[in-house]
Nanobody, 121 residues
Framework: QVQLVESGGGSVQAGDSLRLSCAASGRTFSSYAMGWFRQAPGKEREFVSA????????YYADSVKGRFTISRDNAKNTVYLQMNSLKPEDTAVYYC??????????????WGQGTQVTVSS
């Protein structure tokens, strides 16, 4: 069982940056692939980024490539999402997810409660 708690969301202006954090419980964090997803009002949840257990393999949605960076610190049981050059269309609830398999789909086994990111123009 893995419990995930996101933090770092907030309200910013277009062009600003935010760093989201996701703290995981358990001693086996380093064996899990981690993903970030987001859901905007009235839209389906979508994939944002994912990282393998070692941190060497990463994936990004085209919409965030070049602006967002995913990373992890296995010693701190934490995964990060650095978001730069934020746009109003990045406004969403951002969710952290964990699974034993690195995926870009939605079928992760464990999910956090989400953190709101609001970007105004």
């Amino acid at each position: 069982q893995v419990q995930l708690v996101e933090s770092g969301g907030g309200s910013v202006q277009a062009g600003d940056s935010l760093r989201l954090s996701c703290a995981a419980s358990g001693r086996t964090f380093s064996s899990y692939a981690m993903g970030w997803f987001r859901q905007a009002p009235g839209k389906e949840r979508e994939f944002v980024s994912a990282i393998g257990w070692s941190g060497r393999t990463t994936y990004y949605a085209d919409s965030v490539k070049g602006r967002f960076t995913i990373s992890r610190d296995n010693a701190k049981n934490t995964v990060y999402l650095q978001m730069n050059s934020l746009k109003p269309e990045d406004t969403a609830v951002y969710y952290c997810a964990a699974d034993t398999q690195l995926r870009v789909g939605h079928n992760y086994a464990y999910w956090g409660q989400g953190t709101q990111v609001t970007v105004s123009s």
